[in-house]
């Protein structure tokens, strides 16, 4: 299934059936927990493995990055920037499914955590 994270979304597709979009709905939130998990590795390889081939990402004020390998790359200059310990929190606000197999999440993005002596990183908050 892909997702998509963005800023619009509130309602199921037409016609969708309500038990088979409650399944789907649970399998989306699975899927945005491996990311968090993944991304709190900072590891870039293993987060572009969420991402296809012909993938687009934007991120911020960064430049679009195109491809897997784009994103990779991305996603190491990033993580070469952040405190190790810096961890991601994604609320999911809505999900929207665009096909039966494409979904749009509209999510608030928050960083913080603990450095490795205890003290509180600046929490950085981000709304889709």
Not at 7 to 22: I, S
């Amino acid at each position: 299934m892909a997702v998509l994270t963005a800023g619009v979304v509130n309602a199921l597709v037409p016609g969708a059936a309500p038990a088979q979009a409650a399944e789907d709905s649970v399998a989306v939130r699975a899927w945005i927990d491996a990311y968090v998990a993944a991304w709190d590795t900072h590891d870039a390889s293993v987060l572009a493995d969420f991402f296809t081939d012909d993938a687009y990402f934007a991120m911020g004020n960064q430049p679009a990055a195109r491809g897997r390998q784009a994103i990779q790359d991305a996603w190491r200059g990033y993580f070469a920037n952040q405190e190790p310990e810096r961890r991601l929190t994604l609320d999911v606000r809505t999900i929207r499914f665009v096909a039966p197999d494409v979904a749009v999440v509209n999510v608030g993005t928050t960083t913080g955590g603990r450095d490795g002596e205890g003290r509180e990183l600046r929490a950085r908050r981000f709304r889709g």
